[in-house]
């Protein structure tokens, strides 16, 4: 079981559409990411929060804003999104700080689904 | 030459073999690496830290070859359920550099 938790599994939702992608971990790690999977593709990083401040941003388009409220959540807002948008959207959380040698021990969540129309 | 490099695969072994997958990487001040494991439809999960010039755990072996720039993962007596899609990943030297995925090799045991 992963100690990382995303809500909802599965979201489908029209270009017009306003919704979010939650995430929250308990283990006290104070690294967070946001990575967006397409099928067949590896993992590709889109946001980095360290100490719940916005530390990486890998030029992401803004109808993706991320949002950190405290150490333990992350969520992902998500507006206008295209068709193209539609992947598996990961939440992970690291004990090590972005650049760090733990940073690459990742947690993922088990990802949200989602279908944009 | 790509940041970090694998062999897509599809490796298929039969049960009870071994199989050992390389990854290469460019960044020759890289310090830490990483296989993952991804089964489909699911999420990455960590199957190995290698920080030094190797690790073992069971019958998983990882190797660091600093002078040659790739790493290794040798996996004895395959099991059916030691199929998936496996990733190296890389950090690079300081700073705020994030992780870099390799596309991943599939591996498939066969009974």
């Known amino acids: 079981d992963t100690e990382v938790t995303q809500t909802p599994k599965h979201l489908v939702m029209g270009m017009t559409n306003k919704k979010s992608l939650k995430c929250e971990q308990h283990?006290?790690?104070?690294?967070m990411y946001w990575y967006k999977q397409k099928a067949k593709k590896p993992p590709e990083l889109m946001f980095v929060y360290s100490y719940e401040k916005l530390s990486i941003n890998e030029s992401v388009p803004s109808r993706f804003s991320p949002e950190c409220p405290n150490s333990s959540l992350l969520n992902l807002h998500l507006h206008a999104l295209q068709p193209e948008d539609s992947a598996l959207y990961l939440c992970a959380s690291s004990r090590g700080l972005a650049g760090g040698p733990f940073a690459g021990e990742l947690f993922f969540g088990e990802g949200s689904r989602l279908t944009v129309l | 030459r790509k940041e970090v490099e694998q062999d897509p695969g599809p490796f298929n072994v039969p049960e009870g073999a071994t199989v050992a997958f390389n990854c290469t990487y460019s960044n020759s001040a890289s310090q830490s690496f990483f296989w993952y494991r991804q089964d489909c439809r699911k999420e990455p999960k960590l199957l190995m830290s290698?920080?030094?010039s190797g690790n073992e755990d069971g019958r998983f072996t990882a190797q660091l070859n600093r002078a040659s720039q790739y790493i290794s993962l040798l996996i004895r007596d395959s099991k059916l359920s030691d199929s998936a899609t496996y990733l190296c990943?890389?950090?690079?030297?300081?700073?705020?550099?994030?992780?870099?995925f390799g596309k991943g090799t599939r591996l498939s045991v066969i009974a």
């Open positions: 990943v890389v950090i690079g030297s300081g700073g705020n550099t994030p992780l870099v």
């Open positions: 283990m006290g790690h104070r690294a």
């Open positions: 290698v920080y030094s």
